[in-house]
């Protein structure tokens, strides 16, 4: 049973992305919509458990918010720009290597025996993975050689719409996908500090989430005002029925966090950390079959295997966690 329930947060974490761009809506109101989400959850979460009330615990999780909130508004441009497949693999795969990495330096861990070598072959395993999902394959003329379109980025609106009077249309798809990979790189920066920031200060995670959340909220207010989003025009777009529907995948995250930390009581941390990397898979597949994000014929024989890869290096991650020594 606890094993199945620790299933859960990977469901929900691989099935945010999916739902902000089924939804509908711009980057800008899905950033507010999963903030607001996640506060709504954390509200509920202090009304049954309670806040934690120390003075270096609230300005700790506060800031810590604050990483979130900077990481889920460059993670949600990056969906934007090229795609929920393309983002996933490389951030997970990114946030394991830096956290298992700074899990050494900081905290000493992999001191068993049979630790470190598990867990250096599981870190192999995950840039192999990371290199095999986020390979492309060369355009030739548009078309691969087996008359497969090439894939290009998520971007509805990389290409101007012809018509009448309209001006000649203009691919800004590369410069788009260099964009979104700068984001995804600087999103996962900031998702490695969030839990290194907790556990440093040994911040209750549950307790403290309502200051969390309050900083996510803030800056998901702050980063969605139209003068940081110019690109997506003038007007203030935020107050809408999309920015209400994203609010969903925000409670989504604030549960699957609720639950990840329950279930790791019962499963143990390794366990439960590994299972809750299995959203990659959910991520990549719904990104591709769900969102309609083109792939090649061999591009997604390259994505299915680095997904494999990915999963077992993540588990080869929690078996070493599992080996250490006390």
């Known amino acids: 049973m606890y094993f199945a329930l620790a299933?859960?947060?990977?469901?929900?974490?691989?099935?945010?992305?999916?739902?902000?761009?089924?939804?509908?809506?711009?980057?800008?109101?899905?950033?507010?919509?999963?903030?607001?989400?996640?506060?709504?959850?954390?509200?509920?979460?202090?009304?049954?458990?309670?806040?934690?009330?120390?003075?270096?615990?609230?300005?700790?999780?506060?800031?810590?918010?604050?990483v979130v909130g900077l990481a889920s508004y460059l993670q949600i441009s990056a969906f934007h720009k090229i795609g929920v497949s393309r983002v996933m693999p490389l951030t997970t795969g990114g946030q394991l290597l830096g956290i298992s990495l700074l899990g050494i330096l900081l905290f000493g861990e992999w001191l068993g025996s049979a630790a470190l070598p598990v867990g250096l072959v599981g870190l192999a395993l995950i840039i192999l993975g990371v290199m095999l999902t986020s390979w492309q394959q060369k355009p030739t003329g548009g078309f691969d050689e087996g008359g497969d379109v090439v894939a290009v980025p998520y971007d509805p609106v990389a290409v101007a719409a012809p018509g009448k009077?309209?001006?000649?249309?203009?691919?800004?798809?590369?410069?788009?996908?260099?964009?979104?990979?700068i984001d995804t790189g600087l999103s996962t920066l900031f998702y490695i500090a969030f839990p290194i920031i907790i556990r440093y200060w040994e911040v209750d995670p549950l307790r403290s989430f309502f200051y969390q959340a309050f900083g996510i909220l803030l800056v998901g207010f702050i980063v969605s005002f139209p003068f940081f989003t110019k690109q997506l025009g003038r007007v203030d777009t935020r107050w809408s029925k999309y920015t209400l529907a994203a609010m969903i995948p925000g409670g989504m995250w604030g549960l699957g966090v609720v639950i990840m930390q329950f279930s790791q009581v019962k499963v143990g941390v390794a366990v439960g950390f590994s299972l809750s990397q299995l959203s990659v898979i959910i991520a990549t597949f719904g990104g591709i079959w769900i969102l309609g994000e083109k792939r090649t014929r061999k591009e997604m024989v390259a994505i299915s295997l680095g997904v494999v890869v990915l999963v077992v290096g993540a588990l080869l991650l929690g078996v070493a966690k599992s080996l250490d020594v006390a």
């Open 165 to 181: 009077g309209s001006p000649t249309p203009v691919d800004t798809r590369p410069k788009q996908l260099v964009s979104g990979l």
């Open 7 to 66: 299933l859960v947060p990977a469901f929900l974490y691989g099935s945010m992305g999916i739902i902000l761009l089924k939804v509908g809506g711009d980057a800008r109101q899905h950033t507010l919509g999963v903030a607001l989400g996640s506060f709504v959850s954390a509200t509920v979460l202090a009304l049954v458990l309670g806040l934690d009330t120390d003075s270096t615990s609230i300005l700790v999780a506060f800031c810590a918010g604050i």
